[in-house]
């Protein structure tokens, strides 16, 4: 009985776990309530303030990482009666969403202006914590009807407006102050050259002041479209926000003076929204194009294509030699003349008794295989369904959950792999394999996982993964993925034949005469992970700023092209350095494949993680949080490319083996 009522349970919890919101259109009638729900505060690279005169001017800031959960206490934002949590998906809320109703009253068709909408008293110390926010620019995330409130961007290059993701916090003036008092009062009685001096003293010493407003007015813009019979449907969500000085409570009227708040003493804000209705020709299917805006002046198209072409043009060119090497290899020692018994062999052809020998531990580098491919093909496949768009950037989560999904069904594939390279090595405990497999990685990712979510607990960020998720998660290993993952070790165990090598392994290894430098492992994947990386680098731009910033990723045609590019140069360099270092004797290829395709690629991907950040400007937490996940996401692209080049290493040496004749 109690399984029972246990498996309901878990049945419920993944259902629940999986539910996408935004699947449908919601049809309104005039008067309907729309919901406006609120999400976490993020940091935005996007980042626009005014100068003196009133100017926009936007700049990136890239330092923080955090996020805020909305009613986090220390804004004092206003709630509603009852705070409660919308249904989100599995995967947005593991990417950081946090998602809560809201007091705002929206109904279809019925403008208002200037809504009271509660009176909150802030802190000085609390308006210093948000002064801070505002001056690292961060972000509010609302949903209206699904869609997430705007705000409207007009891009200077292609002379259109689009929709960014979000609204600010705050706004920010700068200010210049000059320290007038440092210039030396005898200026006038010296040298013309000493005075231009001084003077550029006094040009070095203006300083930039930011002086960060509070937004305590949204002005919100619903664009809807009519659909005949009273019917209606929202197909736009704009916010301006606003901040003003107030002359009374409640009061809207423009006063040209923004609110600062006062770090000395308790501050009272008054916040208040208006909403304007305004009709549009945009169809529900087509709302989210105005969001889907390719607006960053770091994507050059061109650049990208050029690049692409450079990596295609060098793989081409590579291939063209090997298989040139490998031909005049294979008619050289296909061709030996019988009644010639000094068979002068040099070359691969020597270490055929070799190459097949057992590598230093292979039930670890079997299993880093495995689990490398499993997570290869997850982000394959979820790449390839978003390129489909099967998997939208509409449906929040949507992304997150399919790879959830997708690597909890190819633990079969994860097993089978490990178990089948196992096989190859002729390891003798397959038994230990088969138990291995599903624990270690998924285990590691999850003890990771574990800690640096106990940390993020202690550092107040609404970033802090439920337990119910993370529950919901270890559950579906448990019941799903190490099940499917002993079936495919079974099954491998029965059906793998990559144990079936093509020549005779000698019993006593052989000596390895000493290597060229740069086909040792360190400069070999150091060299080769330049080409790796160099293929995917341009994306990984995008990547991170979707995953730090909040912005949205839409370009999965162009990064399934990447990949397919990335997983080429990664294949083609692992078998090049295996080929040339075969044909100076080193036989000892298994490890050398891992690395080569993986160490040099992921400490690319490390360092440019560094870069990408400034990091001294966080705080520890946050250089803390972002090392961590840094590290993780190294970590599993050394898996992913090391498990690349030790296959292709792997079935480049069967293939080439059994094409020449060994007596
Ligand atoms: C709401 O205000 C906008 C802008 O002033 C106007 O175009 C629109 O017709 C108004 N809608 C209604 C329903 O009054």
Not at 198 to 214: R, S
Not at 427 to 455: D, E, Q, S
Request: hydrophobic fraction near 45%.
């Amino acid at each position: 009985m109690n399984y029972v009522i246990l498996s309901l349970l878990f049945c419920l919890s993944v259902v629940e776990a999986f539910n996408l919101p935004g699947l449908g259109p919601v049809t309104y009638q005039k008067g309907d309530d729309i919901p406006l729900l609120v999400n976490h505060l993020t940091p935005s690279m996007h980042f626009h303030h005014k100068n003196e005169e009133g100017k926009d001017i936007s700049t990136a800031k890239k330092y923080v990482v955090h996020s805020y959960d909305y009613y986090y206490e220390k804004f004092h934002f206003c709630q509603p009666v009852h705070i409660e949590k919308a249904g989100s998906s599995i995967g947005s809320i593991l990417f950081g969403d946090r998602i809560y109703n809201s007091p705002f009253q929206l109904n279809m068709l019925e403008n208002k202006t200037c809504v009271p909408l509660c009176e909150s008293i802030i802190p000085g110390k609390d308006a210093e914590f948000i002064n801070k926010l505002i001056k690292n620019g961060y972000y509010q995330n609302w949903f209206i009807d699904g869609l997430p409130a705007a705000r409207e961007v007009y891009d200077k290059r292609t002379k259109s407006s689009f929709y960014g993701n979000g609204f600010e916090l705050g706004l920010v003036e700068i200010r210049q102050t000059t320290g007038d008092k440092l210039l030396p009062d005898s200026v006038h009685d010296i040298s013309d050259l000493a005075k231009r001096d001084a003077k550029n003293l006094v040009q070095n010493l203006i300083k930039e002041v930011e002086v960060p407003y509070f937004v305590n007015h949204f002005d919100i813009v619903i664009e809807y479209h009519e659909r005949g019979n009273g019917n209606y449907r929202v197909v736009g969500a704009t916010v301006n926000p606003v901040s003003i000085a107030r002359k009374s409570a409640g009061d809207c009227t423009p006063t040209g003076k923004s609110l600062t708040l006062n770090e000395e003493e308790d501050n009272n804000v008054h916040s208040t929204y208006s909403v304007t209705f305004v009709p549009s020709k945009t169809s529900w299917v087509t709302r989210w194009d105005k969001y889907l805006h390719v607006y960053d002046p770091k994507i050059q198209w061109f650049s990208l294509i050029n690049f692409s072409l450079i990596v295609i043009l060098l793989s081409v060119i590579l291939i063209n030699s090997l298989l040139k090497a490998l031909k005049s290899d294979f008619a050289r020692y296909n061709n030996i003349n019988l009644d010639d018994d000094v068979k002068e062999e040099s070359g691969w052809k020597l270490v055929h008794g070799y190459v097949f020998r057992i590598p230093k531990n292979p039930m670890i580098l079997s299993i880093l295989v495995g689990s490398g491919f499993q997570l290869f093909l997850v982000i394959v496949c979820t790449v390839f369904l978003a390129a489909i768009d099967i998997l939208s950037p509409i449906y929040r989560g949507a992304l997150p959950t399919a790879m959830i999904i997708l690597y909890i069904l190819f633990g079969f594939i994860s097993s089978y792999v490990s178990m089948g390279v196992y096989k190859f090595f002729k390891g003798p405990y397959w038994k230990v394999n088969m138990l291995l497999t599903p624990i270690l990685v998924p285990g590691l990712i999850i003890i990771t996982f574990l800690a640096l979510n106990l940390f993020l607990m202690f550092s107040e960020s609404s970033s802090v993964v439920p337990a119910k998720t993370i529950m919901t998660l270890i559950l579906l290993w448990f019941a799903v993925s190490i099940p499917l993952s002993v079936a495919g070790s079974l099954m491998a165990q029965k059906k793998c034949h990559w144990d079936e090598h093509p020549t005779v392994t000698n019993q006593i290894a052989k000596v390895i005469p000493p290597q060229k430098w740069y086909l040792k492992t360190i400069p070999a994947s150091l060299i080769g992970g330049l080409f790796s990386f160099g293929s995917i680098s341009v994306q990984l731009y995008f990547i991170y700023t979707s995953l730090w910033f909040n912005n949205i990723f839409y370009m999965y045609g162009f990064l399934l092209f990447s990949i397919c590019l990335f997983t080429m140069t990664i294949t083609l360099v692992t078998i090049l350095f295996t080929y040339h270092s075969l044909c100076q004797e080193n036989w000892k290829w298994q490890w050398r494949g891992f690395f080569i395709g993986g160490l040099g690629c992921s400490i690319y991907v490390l360092l440019h993680s560094l870069f990408f950040i400034e990091l001294k400007l966080g705080g520890f937490t946050n250089i803390l949080l972002y090392m961590g996940y840094s590290s993780v996401v190294t970590a599993l692209i050394f898996l992913v490319t090391g498990s690349v080049g030790f296959l292709s290493s792997m079935f480049f040496i069967k293939r080439i083996f059994s094409s020449v004749k060994v007596d």
